[in-house]
């Protein structure tokens, strides 16, 4: 502000407003946007709910100066985008064989190893790395038409339980008209959370469990049942491909021919026994093997991954995430997310909705006497 329009504008008023505006945010959000997100919502051809959790770093409020860690300092975030898209159908399946990189030993094994690093939240890195805009790059590229086309994008961010996140998810998808669409896919990893959102409020979705979170599982498997040889690999790649095709009910069976002759674990087994990953992967893949028909997801013209998601989880850390990033537990955190994923929205709900509140230019704030009259 003072580089561009010559006001000193100090760190507490700055932080001052964002509350306020974060606050306001969940408000209008709760009032479904009413005189803020005003005109007709049409109807997409392709509508799109991707879920997944993030993480944000929070400090104690009220102890004065530096960071005082809250009891986690690393907190949860539920983040949910709605995409309304556009594709075509076929009567077959419009893209067989699977892409080049699942074909690729060290992608394949990048992606295992951050898999891994999510599931048990051990990172703790400020910034994306460099290849997160691999994802980027690739939506840029002209992609088959079977493929969704990104149209519109709005965004959901807070730290809400899921009970109420999810409620907060069906109120954008109502007033998006997602409801009324032709074709609806709700996609997201395997983490039983997310199903219950599914299940709860986007039953009439089709479900998707991201293909890359399942080639992870099953990098793992190929690896638990042959080592690290050349018959490990050509494992992958052929229940990858099977996988790909939509065929995983060969792929559990031939994993549970495995668990029969390594043996169950104990019930004091580590997670690193090879007995006990293997059951969790063959667990995995029998809790979400309805939600893995990829096959008629391609002729569907519906998506296949959750890549929209992660790559909006990564434009939130831009602002969020960075290196030495504090914020109060839980109004700053949660101010921060409402004003984040407002300017991320294709809708620009946040200029909207900051041109239409009081002590903008044109409006005046109501004197304190009126306010507490009201």
Not at 138 to 146: M, S
Request: aromatic residues 8%; proline residues 6%.
């Amino acid at each position: 502000m003072a580089r561009a329009c010559g006001l000193e504008i100090s760190p507490n008023t700055i932080e001052r407003i964002c509350l306020d505006v974060g606050h306001d945010l969940m408000e209008a959000e709760q009032g479904q946007w009413k005189s803020v997100l005003t005109g007709e919502v049409p109807v997409p051809q392709v509508a799109i709910v991707e879920f997944d959790g993030g993480r944000i770093r929070t400090r104690q409020p009220g102890h004065g100066p530096g960071v005082h860690l809250s009891a986690k300092g690393w907190n949860e975030t539920k983040n949910a985008i709605f995409v309304s898209a556009s594709s075509s159908t076929s009567d077959v399946d419009p893209d067989p064989e699977p892409p080049a990189c699942f074909l690729d030993p060290d992608h394949v094994a990048k992606l295992t190893e951050k898999a891994k690093i999510k599931e048990t939240q051990a990172a703790d890195d400020s910034l994306p790395d460099e290849q997160d805009d691999d994802e980027s790059k690739r939506d840029r590229q002209i992609d088959p038409p079977h493929k969704p086309k990104r149209l519109l994008r709005t965004v959901l961010s807070s730290m809400k339980n899921s009970r109420q996140f999810g409620k907060q998810m069906s109120r954008e998808a109502k007033r998006r008209r997602f409801n009324e669409a032709s074709r609806k896919a709700f996609v997201a990893d395997g983490l039983s959370c997310n199903w219950s959102i599914q299940e709860t409020h986007f039953s009439d979705y089709t479900p998707i469990l991201d293909f890359v979170h399942a080639v992870t599982y099953l990098f793992i498997a190929s690896s638990v049942c042959y080592g690290h040889d050349e018959t490990a690999w050509c494992t992958y790649c052929q229940w990858m491909r099977s996988t790909w095709c939509g065929k995983i009910e060969i792929v559990i069976q031939e994993l549970r021919e495995h668990q029969d002759r390594i043996g169950l674990p104990d019930e004091d087994a580590s997670e690193d026994d090879p007995r006990e990953q293997l059951r969790r992967v063959i667990s995995y893949f029998e809790n979400n093997h309805t939600r893995m028909c990829y096959d008629e997801y391609r002729r569907q013209g519906l998506p296949t991954t959750s890549a929209w998601i992660e790559s909006t989880i990564k434009e939130m850390n831009y602002r969020i995430k960075g290196t030495e990033m504090f914020w109060n537990n839980p109004v700053g955190a949660e101010a921060i997310l409402q004003i984040r994923s407002a300017t991320l929205s294709d809708d620009d709900r946040l200029v909207r909705f900051l041109t239409r509140r009081p002590g903008q230019a044109k409006l005046r704030r109501r004197p304190a006497a009126q306010n507490q009259a009201a």
